[in-house]
């Protein structure tokens, strides 16, 4: 099985700033990288899929990066409604499709 | 706009069984491989089954593997997850979701499974 490490585990950021969030899998994925937001009380919303694609509707602001293991995700100017839980999950290797363990978004 | 919505949860002993259902609606179901994602209140996500379009390929996480049975009726829209031999670790939030060759694009709002005695 694949596992995913997400870092840091809790970002605190100022609205208007960078966010940069990372992801590492202990074997190679590929691009086969999905980002996910989850904020309370809602199901999680796909952001971005092969490491780098945004999703139909999701803003330039929210950008992707890597291949192999490492991965990155940004968020280039932080607006409220962006604070919340991030997830990063693999898809290369099947079964198991493999989630990190999220990253809480936090306001400075 | 794609629908998914979780029907089945509820309270169960150790060792009981619950059948989880999900109606799809307003997209063309039989075009799509479907998952179970289930979320333990406050915790992350795990993955727990998926199927392909035509139900002739299915996995499982190692949690739940000879416990749990993925389904579907394409005739009906509908996916299932029966949930036998259930254990205190199975209680979170399980949602249906939609794959498109492997990230779930669309969510249900879940429903509840709780074991307990």
């Known amino acids: 099985e694949i596992v995913m490490t997400q870092s840091p585990a809790t970002l605190s950021v100022s609205p208007g700033e960078r966010a940069t969030l990372s992801c590492r899998a202990s074997q190679s994925v590929s691009s086969n990288l999905a980002w996910y937001q989850q904020k309370p009380g809602q199901a999680p919303r796909l952001l971005l899929y092969g490491a780098s694609t945004r999703v139909t509707g999701i803003p330039a602001r929210f950008s992707g990066s890597g291949s192999g293991t490492e991965f990155t995700f940004t968020i280039s100017s932080l607006q409220s409604e962006d604070f919340a839980v991030y997830y990063c999950?693999?898809?290369?290797?099947?079964?198991?499709?493999?989630f990190g363990q999220g990253t809480k978004l936090e306001i400075k | 706009e794609v629908q998914l919505v979780e029907s089945g949860g509820g309270v169960v002993r150790p060792g009981g069984s619950l059948r989880l259902s999900c109606a799809a609606s307003?997209?063309?179901?039989?075009?799509?491989?479907m998952s179970w994602v289930r979320q333990v209140p406050g915790k992350g996500l795990e993955w727990v089954s998926g199927i392909n379009w035509n139900g002739d390929s299915t996995g499982y996480a190692d949690s739940v593997k000879g416990r749990f049975t993925i389904s579907r009726d394409n005739a009906k829209n509908s996916l299932y997850l029966q949930m036998n031999s259930l254990r205190a670790e199975d209680t979170a939030l399980y949602h249906c979701?939609?794959?498109?060759?492997?990230?779930?694009?669309?969510w249900g709002q879940g429903t509840l499974v709780t074991v307990s005695s």
């Open positions: 979701t939609r794959d498109v060759a492997g990230p779930h694009d669309y």
């Open positions: 307003r997209f063309n179901f039989d075009d799509y491989g």
């Open positions: 999950q693999q898809y290369y290797d099947w079964p198991p499709y493999t």
